[in-house]
């Protein structure tokens, strides 16, 4: 009986060539479906080990199910539904292994033979080590719907409760942003990208809102290994083991570092960039506040919000200490404790003065008295009456201490008598001498400190 499928006929087709050509159809006996089997030898060469051509030639197996170019019973190249597979082949040890692999879902695979690969899809490029782990990844976060489920950091309080996220919100079948601080879900009011608090805590808290958005510019890149369960940041770039870049646009690199704010930097070893467009580097250094940059090593947080720069030399994360540093007015701080410097200075004869960052000013010159008269009655001796210099219009409005000193040898036993007075107008004294006599020159030396 001649068995037909479709115009196909099977029993001529059974007689072609030789009896190497095989041709079949489903039925009970063969349930796996429709096929063909084209093979240089009789399969019961090559799938008897003891035949002289086990494992041995060519072939192409057809079916309902797919297409398998062989040699022998090991696959060069598979095709079904799942995916295009190309294999490279050990004839002696009956072995093969897969080198490279298409998906259905539009994946690419290439394999070393062990489990290295290199990984694509829809919406990412990877290189994976033999462990499985992705050390170069470029990816579009957003899902085959187009949307990014992002994740951004911020500081609320009662008097800072709204901010803007770094993209577009949608909320796609009917999804919600979350604000929580890990504890608790804050209630809000959207507006384009600003998200309002309405009931903010009463103290600073650290909060992170989840949102989705189908922004073009939701991507990503690594160089390196990210720390494992991390969130991934927009824009971001992780180089490095271990670090998490989870800010958007945020740049973490070395050593399980972390750049969790905006736009955030973080390198070396164990730093941290928590804050919106700060940086950290270093060794465990940690910048937590807005435009904040840290260096050095194991430097004491600024949880106050004071300086704009900071150098850390702190001997471990228990024992933080900062050896220099700089506040948001320009103050310098060292070892914790502020520095004075000169801001500014000036002069007006008989005057020269400084002023200091801490508020301090220091003021001195040289008075040449002309003609001082000794002639009052005084402590065995003879005294002046008080003569009196005007200080620089509005240097002063108080003063600490003043010092006056006769130059020289005082002028043939003239001297400082009785008191030296200072305002923050003037400074004045009386001069004194064992005779009554007038001097005619007496040069003196000031020296004023104050505010």
Same mark, same amino acid.
């Given at each position: 009986?001649?068995?037909?499928?479709?115009?196909?006929?099977?029993?001529? +087709?059974?007689?072609?060539?030789?009896?190497?050509?095989?041709?079949?159809?489903?039925?009970?006996?063969?349930?796996?479906?429709?096929?063909?089997?084209?093979?240089?030898?009789?399969?019961? !060469? =090559?799938?008897?080990?003891?035949?002289?051509?086990? +494992?041995?030639?060519?072939?192409?197996?057809?079916?309902?199910?797919?297409?398998?170019?062989?040699?022998?019973?090991?696959?060069?190249?598979?095709?079904?539904?799942?995916?295009?597979?190309?294999?490279?082949?050990?004839?002696?040890?009956?072995?093969?292994?897969?080198?490279?692999?298409?998906?259905?879902? #539009?994946?690419?695979?290439?394999?070393?033979?062990?489990?290295?690969?290199?990984?694509?899809?829809?919406?990412?490029?990877?290189?994976?080590?033999?462990?499985?782990?992705?050390?170069?990844?470029?990816?579009?976060?957003?899902?085959?719907?187009?949307?990014?489920?992002?994740?951004?950091?911020?500081?609320?309080?009662?008097?800072?409760?709204?901010?803007?996220?770094?993209? #577009?919100?949608?909320?796609?079948?009917?999804?919600?942003?979350?604000?929580?601080?890990?504890?608790?879900?804050?209630?809000?009011?959207?507006?384009?990208?600003? =998200?309002?608090?309405?009931?903010?805590?009463?103290?600073?808290?650290?909060?992170?809102?989840?949102?989705?958005?189908? #922004?073009?510019?939701?991507?990503?890149?690594?160089?390196?290994?990210?720390?494992?369960?991390?969130?991934?940041?927009?824009?971001? +770039?992780?180089?490095?083991?271990?670090?998490?870049?989870?800010?958007?646009?945020?740049?973490?690199?070395?050593?399980?570092?972390?750049?969790?704010?905006?736009?955030?930097?973080?390198?070396?070893?164990?730093?941290?960039?928590?804050?919106?467009?700060?940086?950290?580097?270093?060794?465990?250094?940690?910048?937590?506040?807005?435009?904040?940059?840290?260096?050095?090593?194991?430097?004491? !947080?600024?949880?106050?919000?004071?300086?704009? =720069?900071?150098?850390?030399?702190?001997?471990?994360?228990?024992?933080?200490?900062?050896?220099?540093?700089?506040?948001?007015?320009?103050?310098?701080?060292?070892?914790?404790?502020?520095?004075?410097?000169?801001?500014?200075?000036?002069?007006?004869?008989?005057?020269?003065?400084?002023?200091?960052?801490?508020?301090?000013? !220091?003021?001195?010159?040289?008075?040449?008295?002309?003609?001082?008269?000794?002639?009052?009655?005084?402590?065995?001796?003879?005294?002046?009456?008080?003569?009196?210099?005007?200080?620089?219009?509005?240097?002063?409005?108080?003063?600490?201490?003043?010092?006056?000193?006769?130059?020289?040898?005082?002028?043939?036993?003239?001297?400082?008598? +009785?008191?030296?007075?200072?305002?923050?107008?003037?400074?004045?004294?009386?001069?004194?001498?064992?005779?009554?006599?007038?001097? #005619?020159?007496?040069?003196?030396?000031?020296?004023?400190?104050?505010?």
């Amino acid at each position: 009986m001649t068995t037909t499928m479709g115009s196909l006929d099977l029993g001529a +087709l059974n007689n072609l060539y030789d009896e190497t050509q095989y041709f079949w159809f489903e039925s009970s006996a063969q349930p796996w479906g429709a096929g063909a089997h084209v093979t240089l030898y009789p399969q019961s !060469e =090559f799938t008897t080990s003891t035949h002289a051509n086990y +494992l041995k030639g060519q072939n192409i197996l057809i079916n309902t199910d797919g297409i398998s170019i062989r040699n022998g019973l090991l696959p060069m190249m598979t095709l079904d539904n799942n995916s295009l597979d190309f294999n490279t082949i050990n004839t002696t040890a009956g072995t093969y292994t897969n080198v490279a692999s298409f998906g259905s879902s #539009s994946t690419i695979g290439v394999t070393d033979g062990t489990q290295s690969y290199l990984y694509m899809d829809y919406h990412s490029v990877q290189a994976i080590d033999k462990e499985g782990i992705a050390y170069f990844d470029i990816h579009d976060l957003r899902d085959r719907e187009g949307y990014a489920e992002i994740k951004e950091n911020f500081v609320i309080s009662s008097t800072r409760k709204s901010f803007n996220v770094s993209f #577009s919100v949608n909320s796609p079948n009917g999804y919600s942003p979350v604000i929580s601080d890990g504890t608790t879900n804050y209630a809000y009011t959207l507006y384009g990208q600003r =998200f309002t608090i309405s009931n903010p805590p009463s103290t600073t808290t650290n909060v992170t809102i989840t949102y989705k958005t189908s #922004s073009t510019d939701a991507k990503a890149y690594t160089l390196g290994v990210r720390r494992a369960g991390s969130n991934i940041g927009g824009l971001s +770039l992780a180089e490095g083991n271990g670090v998490t870049a989870s800010g958007m646009c945020a740049h973490a690199e070395g050593y399980n570092t972390t750049a969790s704010g905006n736009y955030s930097h973080a390198g070396g070893i164990g730093t941290i960039a928590s804050s919106p467009a700060c940086v950290a580097f270093g060794l465990e250094t940690i910048a937590a506040r807005s435009g904040q940059m840290v260096i050095g090593r194991y430097n004491k !947080e600024d949880t106050d919000g004071e300086y704009f =720069f900071i150098i850390g030399n702190g001997s471990s994360a228990s024992a933080r200490s900062n050896a220099f540093a700089v506040g948001w007015n320009g103050q310098l701080y060292g070892n914790n404790n502020q520095l004075d410097y000169v801001i500014e200075t000036g002069s007006s004869s008989p005057w020269e003065w400084a002023k200091y960052a801490s508020g301090r000013i !220091e003021c001195w010159g040289e008075k040449s008295w002309s003609n001082v008269d000794c002639k009052t009655s005084a402590g065995g001796g003879y005294r002046s009456a008080d003569v009196s210099q005007a200080l620089p219009s509005g240097l002063f409005t108080d003063i600490e201490s003043c010092q006056a000193t006769m130059k020289g040898s005082g002028g043939n036993g003239y001297t400082m008598a +009785l008191r030296t007075l200072c305002t923050p107008t003037a400074i004045s004294q009386m001069f004194w001498n064992t005779s009554n006599a007038t001097k #005619s020159t007496c040069i003196v030396d000031y020296y004023i400190i104050g505010t």
